[in-house]
């Protein structure tokens, strides 16, 4: 390589480490908080046993992790400089100790996550907790977890479950969601529900509680593209669409839970015959008559019996049918 | 020797040093469980649909290793059964994380279906019907074949995160997917009016997903990209069943072909950033996202069509042999947060996303192969609805914009006001319908003055705004429309999809949570929701929704806790129908006992009871008891504006009644051993109009169905017992 050469290679690369220090900033080289000298785990073990070794049993007390507040400060990196308050002889709030309980009073709850944010914002799990429907409800971070530990993900579980016997002794993650969403609960008892009680899908699997750009925090970019990830073999292309379908999965479906089959949001055919009326059969009611065992005696219609009007459309998602087979979705 | 092996592997996996390992600190524990159940049912699907409650043992594990450098879990639950799940997961601190799973997801459908086909599980469907000369199956169905419907879905997967360059890192994630089963299939023998067949169709599924992500990641900015494929694969293209509605020759000579579903390739590429610490505290959030779903299939150039009980081939004359699937979607968003003033936060958020469809666009044909005539009505002209011997796929795009801005101000450090607005607009391209407009504001109050309680109160109004193209006509004015409003466009001109349709949308929320004293946490919410949809002929007109939910939990979990919570919903749904023959220049026309205007009102209420309590009766001695109780009463109610039309109401849709109860004790033998002891008792009882009465056979006018018992019968009484020794150490 000639030394012009080289030159001109040595410019390209300052200026790309210049462009890339421009983008990334200065932050990186900053180095970290100084450890303030306070009561540490062996001072505050006297009084808080119980926390102060559940502290150093979880992640937050490993030494050998450079991030954790036991190389940041230990107590103090969460509930503030403690020297007033051993000086004082303890008690509660005594002696400006921070306490990020969500039953403590003296802190917002933006306060509190605040705490935890001052280690965690560059957790890329975290990146839109400010645009997150959480952050705006007054949630923080000590609302669903237990900062001192207890299982792998410090989910702080503290009813007991109400649900029936389920095979999985995992951390149920949906009770602590469902300490403020009452009504998803009540969804996720009915008879058809994805196996979140059971332990096989968290409410994390579709959303993101830690924040998100898209609505409801779900963990991607639209609710049909979340559905298809697990349930690919509605992505299509289809020859045949089906509107609605190509739309939004929730017109039809809740994904928390029904009383109808398939998570359907109303039953079949009156899902159907909301937007269906006119063409062919739709519009017809489909009374008690149309049971198989109808009132008046009347021939029952097997556009009602059974799987109503899923007995023929059994494509619904989409046909890739020819003709008018995959026009109407029965092929 | 066996610390030292632990060690070893463990390492190994972790793809580090042996001496890194050898400090780890091992606990955990090792479980047994024996299970036996009494089960009183004949179709207890919904019992164990995702639990494999089979009587048997099965065994569990909780190994942890962890040292101030390392940590690694090896979790593992009903090993051996159909809802295996196992999980080893670890770290090296600052360096690396991974996790490595098999999760295995049993859902069971319906047991005991019987089908007179023979075949289920494949993708061949047949019957014996020709030996006796009636190319008819057998109605008797004490022959029929007995099967499951039930889907197994296993899963394999792992990820790996290198932190180690921290801020920069890297994360890769793979599973796979095998999905085997049956699942219930209807078809039609002719259409439309035919008579239905209920056919077990086999699944067999790959799913493969692969991911990659770079990123950048600081306290106040963070970039990444990601990139992600998944490949879908049905092992059976279509399901080859012999039609029973075909009694001429053709029945032993030609199948019909159902499609399954089609093979999928997706790729996608997201891009993110953040940036913090902008002017007014502001937080800026981008993202962009860019997939592609493709596939490719052949177009079938035959297939059936039934007159009468006489089948034909029928040549589908496709413009095109391949259907190239391209589905393209793009999504731009954005969010900016800001700290306008010091007790004044916003938020302005923008979303944009895009559907392009470039799929083949297909147009048919179908004529009788043997005589050239055109056979089937394929589609129906927009505007004059008259049947049309051509039909041609419809490419569905979209375009889709959201913005809105959310405004906090903290009137005091206990009192929150907030409110905002959000609009959206949906562009799309069809023959009825083109375009929405969302509207909607709300309001929020949140008051936390008083020590003891927290409540707030929400309210929300949107507006939708759609553009139908085939007119909009005023609510019908019963028993005929006024003059000059009737038309000559098509009747589908009336109907207004409910999704789509112009509405008034008012939401009250109002929640009150409160803690009086400690270890004693209060709740309560109402939620009030009203949709009214405007100028419906034909359609959905409103549906309402009161939901109540009342919480309680009281008890100090070292000594004894109990939580309570009881909950009630009701829903309305209320549309608008028409049963007669469609007709715009006459509709409504004069009213009989086949022809006539009717409403439905679909009811549903919904009571949920539970209670749990934690009892740590010694410090030995646990005891731990669930109970949930509910109740569904489903109606629907009919009237019409015709004398002579007498529709009877539905006393029960989708009724049901569930209880379970479970309660189990704990006792810690020694400091390894503890036992658990535990019984469940579970009662379902459904009740519905469509499903009492389950006729495998039943007849509709002269159409004979044949059904194969899909859900039906799923009462259920069932009886579970458990023991389980746990060693840990």
């Not at chain 2, 590429?269 to 610490?277: C, D, I, P, V």
């Not at chain 2, 589908?316 to 007790?343: C, D, H, K, Y």
């Not at chain 2, 405007?534 to 939901?547: F, I």
């Not at chain 2, 749904?573 to 409403?599: C, E, I, K």
Request: aromatic share 10%; net charge neutral.
């Amino acid at each position: 390589m000639s030394d012009r050469s080289h030159c001109r290679l040595v410019r390209v690369l300052t200026l790309l480490v210049g462009a890339l220090l421009v983008v990334v900033g200065v932050d990186t080289l900053s180095p970290q908080l100084a450890t303030a000298q306070a009561p540490g785990p062996e001072v505050c073990k006297a009084c808080h046993s119980a926390y102060a070794e559940s502290y150093e049993a979880s992640i937050h007390g490993k030494k050998g992790h450079p991030k954790v507040p036991a190389n940041n400060g230990e107590c103090a990196a969460c509930h503030g400089d403690g020297s007033a308050h051993v000086k004082a002889g303890g008690g509660r709030g005594v002696g400006g100790i921070v306490n990020p309980s969500p039953r403590s009073k003296s802190l917002t709850p933006e306060a509190r996550a605040n705490i935890c944010l001052s280690c965690h914002s560059d957790n890329r799990h975290l990146a839109f907790w400010d645009s997150g429907r959480h952050r705006k409800n007054d949630v923080s971070c000590t609302n669903c977890h237990s900062t001192h530990g207890g299982n792998p993900s410090l989910l702080n579980v503290q009813n007991p479950p109400i649900r029936p016997f389920e095979t999985t002794s995992q951390v149920p993650q949906q009770e602590i969601c469902f300490t403020c969403h009452r009504d998803i609960r009540a969804l996720v008892n009915r008879p058809s529900h994805h196996p979140i009680p059971e332990g096989k899908i968290k409410c994390s699997s579709c959303h993101n509680p830690h924040g998100a750009l898209s609505p409801a925090m779900v963990n991607n970019e639209s609710i049909n593209q979340l559905c298809t990830s697990c349930h690919a073999d509605k992505r299509g292309p289809f020859m045949f669409e089906h509107p609605p379908v190509e739309q939004n999965c929730l017109i039809c479906h809740n994904p928390h839970g029904s009383r109808s089959v398939k998570l359907l949001n109303e039953k079949v055919p009156n899902l159907c015959q909301d937007c269906h009326d006119a063409a062919q059969h739709p519009g017809s009611a489909y009374d008690l008559t149309e049971a198989f065992k109808g009132a008046g005696g009347t021939a029952p219609s097997n556009r009602f019996f059974a799987r109503g009007c899923l007995n023929c459309h059994n494509q619904i998602h989409g046909s890739n049918a020819p003709a008018s087979r995959g026009r109407r979705f029965v092929r | 020797m066996k610390r030292t092996a632990i060690s070893l592997l463990v390492a190994g996996l972790f793809v580090s040093t042996p001496d890194a390992y050898a400090q780890l600190k091992y606990s955990g524990s090792a479980s047994w469980t024996v299970i036996g159940s009494d089960v009183n049912s004949q179709n207890p699907f919904r019992l164990d649909e995702y639990r494999d409650l089979s009587g048997g043992a099965t065994a569990g594990m909780d190994l942890k290793g962890d040292s101030d450098t390392h940590r690694f879990t090896l979790f593992g639950e009903n090993i051996g059964r159909d809802d295996q799940y196992i999980e080893f997961r670890g770290a090296r601190y600052g360096d690396y994380k991974f996790s490595l799973y098999n999760n295995n997801i049993i859902h069971h459908l319906t047991y005991g279906a019987i089908t007179p086909f023979s075949g289920a599980g494949n993708s061949n469907l047949t019957f014996p019907g020709a030996l006796d000369g009636t190319f008819k199956p057998s109605l008797d169905t004490s022959i029929w074949t007995p099967f499951d419907y039930s889907i197994k879905h296993e899963n394999y997967g792992g990820t790996y995160e290198w932190l180690r360059t921290a801020p920069y890192y890297i994360r890769v994630t793979g599973n796979q997917k095998e999905t085997k089963g049956i699942r219930p299939l209807g078809s039609p023998g002719t259409s439309p009016g035919g008579p239905n067949y209920e056919l077990p169709a086999v699944v067999d599924y790959t799913t493969l997903d692969a991911s990659a992500e770079v990123g950048y990641a600081t306290k106040t900015r963070q970039f990444s990209a990601n990139i992600s494929w998944s490949k879908f694969q049905d092992h059976n293209d279509f399901m080859n069943w012999r039609n029973p509605s075909i009694q001429n020759a053709l029945s032993t000579t030609t199948t019909e072909r159902t499609t399954l579903a089609a093979d999928n390739d997706l790729w996608k590429l997201s891009l993110n950033a953040l940036w913090k610490q902008l002017p007014l505290n502001s937080v800026l959030g981008l993202r962009g996202t860019y997939s592609q779903l493709t596939n490719n299939l052949p177009v079938s150039s035959t297939g059936t069509a039934v007159t009468g009980t006489t089948g034909q081939i029928v040549n589908t004359n496709s413009s095109s042999g391949t259907f190239n699937g391209e589905v393209i979607n793009e999504s731009l968003s954005a969010s900016l947060t800001s700290q306008l003033a010091r007790t004044l936060d916003s938020r302005l958020y923008w979303n944009w996303a895009r559907k392009e469809n470039n799929s083949t666009q297909i147009v048919f044909r179908p004529v009788n192969a043997s005589t050239g005539a055109s056979t089937q009505t394929c589609d129906l002209n927009p505007t004059t609805a008259a049947p049309l011997t051509t039909c041609t796929t419809e490419l569905l795009h979209y375009t889709k914009n959201q913005f809105g801005v959310d405004l906090q101000w903290r009137m005091t450090p206990v009192q929150k006001l907030s409110g905002g607005w959000d609009y959206t607009d949906t562009k799309t391209e069809r023959i009825d319908f083109d375009e929405t407009k969302d509207n909607s504001v709300y309001v929020e109050y949140k008051n936390s003055a008083f020590d003891a309680a927290t409540w707030k109160i929400k309210y929300r109004y949107l507006q939708r705004r759609s553009d139908f193209l085939l007119g909009d006509l005023q609510p019908i004015q019963t028993p005929a429309l006024p003059t000059g409003q009737q038309s000559t466009l098509i009747f589908e001109k009336y109907l207004k999809r409910f999704d789509l349709n112009d509405n008034n949308q008012q939401l009250l929320k109002l929640a009150i949570d409160s803690s009086p004293q400690p270890f004693l946490d209060l709740g309560a919410e109402v939620i009030l929701k009203k949709n009214d949809y405007q100028n419906v002929v034909l359609g959905r007109t409103e549906d309402t929704r009161g939901e109540l939910y009342l919480s309680a939990s009281h008890g100090d979990p070292k000594r004894f806790r109990v939580t309570v919570f009881a909950d009630y919903e009701q829903t309305e749904y209320d549309s608008t129908h028409y049963q007669g023959t469609p007709n715009a220049a006459t509709f409504p026309a004069a009213v009989n006992a086949t022809t006539f205007l009717w409403t439905g009102k679909v009811k549903d209420k919904n009571y949920v009871l539970g209670l749990a309590a934690d009892w740590p009766a010694t410090e030995r001695l646990k005891f731990t008891g669930a109970l949930i109780w509910q109740e569904t009463d489903g109606t629907v109610d009919f009237s019409a504006n015709s004398a002579q039309a007498v529709l009877i109401p539905i006393p029960a849709y989708d009724s049901f009644h569930k209880t379970a109860l479970n309660l189990k004790g704990t006792y810690l033998v020694d400091k390894n051993v503890e036992v658990t002891l535990g019984a469940a008792y579970e009662r379902y009882t459904f009740d519905d109009a469509q499903m009492n009465g389950y006729v495998y056979t039943p007849v509709t006018g002269t159409n004979q169905n044949l059904l194969s018992g899909a859900y039906a019968n799923p009462d259920y009484r069932a009886l579970i017992g458990y023991f389980t020794l746990t060693y840990k150490f």
